[in-house]
């Protein structure tokens, strides 16, 4: 099994909906995060926690809301979809040290038509 | 936070050592220098790291000049599976967060 998990693996949702994005881990760190990666781009900090009860902003968090329902768990919800958050999205792990490296999941693609 | 630069694109044949040379000349003295590779529709994988001279494991070699204004990672005799994107990341042990360029895209051709 993978060390980070993200359900789905693909989605296509209409404008508008609601839509949740779910990420597990099995790595027993307290902090995980929620990155977008556009074409050709690198990868953007969506939101961000230090362990269950801390939630952060990242650097393109409007029109996204996240919850750490466990230590293991952080899901992404985009509360009303727009065509430009058409992206894919990934979850990553890492310990206290970033330095020790981040571990990420294999993504979801998004596509909001 | 430091700045890097490094090559949008590179192309090697398989057998070949590719050397990937990243700029970041306002490195701090609490800085380390990052790795990560990236597959197409695959998260970034942390592949090496250092601080100064050089580093070597399984899969790469990381070479830093005394003054840390650069660094290349090495990959030894290359195969296709190492057509991926490459970024170099500068971060302090205390950073929370990655903050990644576009990356070199290398294209490992048989």
């Known amino acids: 099994d993978a060390d980070v998990t993200q359900t789905p693996r693909n989605r296509i949702t209409k404008t508008g909906k609601r839509i949740m994005l779910e990420c597990s881990q099995t790595k027993g760190h307290d902090r995980m995060y929620w990155y977008r990666q556009d074409p050709g781009l690198g990868l953007r900090l969506i939101y961000y926690s230090f362990d269950v009860k801390d939630i952060n902003k990242g650097e393109i968090s409007d029109g996204y809301s996240v919850s750490r329902q466990a230590q293991a768990k952080f899901s992404l919800s985009l509360e009303s979809a727009i065509p430009n958050q058409t992206a894919l999205y990934f979850c990553?792990?890492?310990?206290?040290?970033?330095?020790?490296?981040?571990?990420f999941g294999s993504g979801t693609r998004l596509t909001v038509v | 936070l430091a700045k890097t630069t490094q090559p949008i694109s590179m192309d090697s044949y398989e057998g070949q050592e590719v050397n990937i040379t990243c700029s970041h000349n306002n490195i701090a003295t609490n800085d380390y220098i990052t790795w990560y590779q990236q597959f197409p529709s695959q998260g970034p994988r942390f592949i090496i790291q250092?601080?100064?001279t050089k580093v070597t494991n399984e899969v790469a070699s990381l070479f830093i000049p005394a003054d840390r204004k650069s660094s290349t990672l090495s990959l030894p005799r290359v195969s296709l599976s190492d057509t991926a994107v490459y970024y170099c990341?500068?971060?302090?042990?205390?950073?929370?967060?990655?903050?990644f360029g576009s990356g070199t895209r290398l294209l490992v051709r048989p």
């Open positions: 250092g601080y100064k």
């Open positions: 990553a792990t890492s310990g206290h040290r970033v330095t020790d490296g981040y571990t």
């Open positions: 990341l500068v971060l302090m042990d205390s950073s929370y967060k990655l903050i």
